[in-house]
């Protein structure tokens, strides 16, 4: 069944999703909204016949609307939402879900009173590669994970009202959530940052997360390297892959390398005497399909709608993240030492 959807923000993100859900075939867009008249009719031209909407009660009083598109400054996401959700309209809304994690709970709780789905647009966990990523850990190639090291760093722009950790880590921690079986549930959430420029804010930082099991996460956010990278190595006790995601040839290679430990003691010192050996077996770039992921980002907010079942990236996914980010902040303000993450207590179950 195709589905009405009003995009709401016109600015730099919100042209993306309205050329996606305006291809989409399971999508009619009806309206784009935004508070700046000239910028929604930018994006749709002058000869369309989507309509320009200013204000968002008209929008969500339309009932050729099932769905809204959110993607406006993040600390309008839960008023714009929450007003969406009490409408009976499904949710799609930008990442972070929210600007802290007790308004996103609320959002959560709302769809799920109402029945709706709110999705997290964790653009990311839609691409080939990182679907890809999540299947081969799925599948059991990479084994048991050990190790995850993400860096996210370039010259970026210094954001007023938040640090480094709020603007880039939710591409990483959304994607550890995605590919992780059970998501991103990290043991304890360590932030070191600076701002050595005194801007104000953290503008370049390290987020250490001790997983269950043994394993440890990190990643590196930066806006003050000249250089661009986009890289994450998880190592398993299997494979290891590196995605590099600024090297197109080649954005995934799996390596059959790595250290196996030869020992069947439980004993520490008989441990630390176990024989260590090196695997050093062939490198292997697997192809990768070209889509675009914003398209099936779209496909399966309409498909979670359909089939009345909770979007891959809900807004339990959104909450993850914020929490991991809340905690960076207790974290931060305790000069980096390990804190717990505080999880939320929500039930599972709903579409949200
Ligand atoms: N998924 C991604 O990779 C990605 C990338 C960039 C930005 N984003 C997210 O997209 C969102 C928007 O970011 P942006 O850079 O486009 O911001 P922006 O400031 O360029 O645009 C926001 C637009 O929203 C409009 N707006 C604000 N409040 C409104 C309201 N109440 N009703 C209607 N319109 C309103 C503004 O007029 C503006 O045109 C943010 O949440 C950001 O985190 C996501």
């Known amino acids: 069944m195709t589905l009405g959807i009003g995009v709401v923000g016109a600015g730099y993100w919100g042209p993306n999703l309205v050329r996606n859900f305006r291809s989409s075939p399971d999508w009619d867009l009806v309206a784009v909204c935004d508070l700046d008249e000239a910028k929604a009719r930018r ?32 600390q309008t996401h839960s008023p714009i939402a929450l007003a969406a959700l009490q409408a009976g309209k499904h949710v799609l809304v930008e990442k972070p879900l929210a600007d802290s994690h007790p308004v996103g709970a609320q959002m959560v709780q709302v769809a799920d009173q109402h029945d709706l789905v709110l999705m997290t647009d964790h653009t990311f966990c839609y691409t080939p590669v990182v679907q890809r990523i999540g299947e081969l850990i799925a599948d059991g190639v990479l084994g048991e994970i050990l190790f995850i090291d993400s860096v996210r760093i370039n010259l970026g722009l210094i954001q007023p009202d938040v640090n480094v950790f709020w603007d880039l880590a939710p591409h990483d921690l959304s994607i550890l959530d995605y590919v992780l079986p059970g998501g991103l549930r990290p043991v304890s959430v360590g932030a070191q940052g600076a701002d050595p420029l005194g801007a104000g804010n953290v503008c370049v930082g390290y987020l250490t997360m001790p997983l269950p099991g043994g394993a440890i996460a990190h990643v590196h ?24 995601d600024l090297n197109p040839q080649q954005r995934l ?14 004993d520490a010192t008989e441990r630390a005497r176990a024989q260590v050996s090196y695997r050093l077996g062939d490198m292997h770039a697997p192809t ?6 914003l398209a099936i980002m ?5 498909a979670a709608i ?22 960076a902040d207790r974290s931060l303000a305790e000069g980096g030492a390990l804190v717990p993450v505080e999880s939320t207590v929500l039930t599972t179950g709903g579409a949200s």
């Open 306 to 327: 359909n089939e009345k079942r909770a979007p891959r990236t809900d807004g339990r996914a959104g909450l993850r993240v914020l929490e991991v980010l809340e905690a």
């Open 253 to 266: 290679s799996l390596y059959d390398r790595g250290v196996d430990l030869h020992s069947v003691s439980a």
């Open 288 to 293: 990768l399909p070209e889509r675009e992921a």
């Open 221 to 244: 956010v930066n806006w003050l390297s000249p250089t661009k990278i986009r890289q994450m190595v998880i190592g398993g006790s299997r494979q290891t892959l590196v995605w590099d």
């Open 43 to 74: 994006v749709i031209g002058d000869r369309s016949t989507i309509e320009v909407e200013t204000s968002l009660e008209r929008l969500l009083a339309r009932d050729d609307i099932d769905a809204v598109a959110i993607a406006t400054p993040a």
């Open 298 to 302: 779209a496909g399966e907010f309409a």
